[in-house]
């Protein structure tokens, strides 16, 4: 049998999990680059029996499962992953396995991203690089507003943590009920009022067709001139264009994001030249701690499935 190991970005998955259950059916095959293409995703993959992807970042549809059929199992990272097509997986018999899962970093680089956006640690780090000094003023988060958008398991804890920083806290979604939101020290707002109340905005929920394009240039228009907005969620659920346009014209003080509408972000995108961008690299879930997890648990899954299905 052959695996493939995708997306491997760091060259890390074979030292941060056991792949010995693994090895003794298989040739395993990592890569470390990505491929976009289709065409080429077909051609990479087509050798493989099983391959293990890290969470979205390569997308198995219906076209591209159909042109696999040697392909007998995707596991996949993470509990659930959306840019695989279930449906035609289970249509063609192959095996779609899940792995556990932390919340945790997601939790703390929301604030590491509020943080640094608030007080311009990545334009004071560039200009002690370069050889320069102070060049702005940050802003306290104590007494201001944060804007939660979802209150679930994740929005619940970056909500928890700014009331620890003495900030007032709202938040919306489209079925968070006023109990909801008060148990967890929140105020329940309606859409509106939190894009207009809010000094962060901060995004903490499951990309569908329904949260698709959800903030976009009537959400932004609403913000204060002063006000930040900060998506570590998933890059299409708010509209690209329109961000761009409002840190262009400067009608938001800034945003920060770690998510994209196409991932790996296009070497000539606008996200990597405005100045009061603060753009990350998809790196809200990338620990040791939980790739441990991620491959452990795929190894595993793996490991178990091969043994089932030995000739």
Not at 77 to 87: C, D, E, F, K, L
Not at 148 to 157: D, M, S, W
Not at 245 to 266: H, K, M, S, Y
Not at 282 to 300: K, M, N, Q, W
């Amino acid at each position: 049998m052959k695996v493939a190991i995708l997306d491997d970005y760091q060259n890390v998955a074979l030292r941060l999990a056991d792949w010995s259950a693994v090895r003794r059916h298989a040739e395993i095959t990592v890569f470390n680059d990505h491929v976009a293409d289709p065409s080429a995703v077909v051609e990479r993959l087509r050798p493989f029996d099983v391959v293990s992807v890290m969470r979205e970042r390569m997308p198995l549809t219906r076209e591209i499962l159909q042109q696999l059929p040697n392909l007998k199992l995707i596991a996949s990272t993470g509990p659930r992953n959306a840019s695989i097509n279930s449906q035609t997986a289970a249509d063609l018999g192959i095996a779609v396995t899940a792995t556990g899962y932390d919340s945790t970093p997601t939790i703390e680089f929301t604030w590491s991203l509020i943080l640094a956006s608030m007080r311009g640690i990545d334009r004071e780090a560039a200009s002690l690089r370069a050889g320069g000094w102070q060049t702005g003023l940050g802003s306290n988060l104590r007494g201001k507003s944060l804007g939660v958008v979802g209150l679930g398991n994740i929005g619940r804890e970056v909500a928890r943590i700014g009331l620890a920083f003495g900030m007032k806290v709202i938040a919306w979604s489209q079925n968070l009920t006023a109990e909801s939101a008060n148990a967890a020290g929140t105020t329940r707002v309606d859409k509106d009022a939190l894009f207009r109340e809010a000094d962060i905005v901060t995004i903490h929920l499951v990309l569908s067709r329904r949260t698709t394009g959800l903030i976009g240039t009537a959400e932004l228009a609403l913000m204060k001139p002063t006000a930040r907005l900060i998506n570590s969620s998933r890059g299409p659920i708010v509209d690209q264009a329109a961000l761009i346009n409002a840190l262009q014209a400067r009608t938001i003080a800034g945003a920060a994001v770690d998510v994209f509408d196409t991932e790996p972000l296009p070497a000539d995108h606008p996200f990597r030249t405005l100045d009061n961008l603060l753009a990350t690299p998809h790196i809200g879930y990338v620990t040791e701690e939980l790739y441990r997890t991620f491959y452990g648990d795929a190894a595993a899954s793996m490991a178990a499935w091969l043994e089932a299905n030995a000739a």
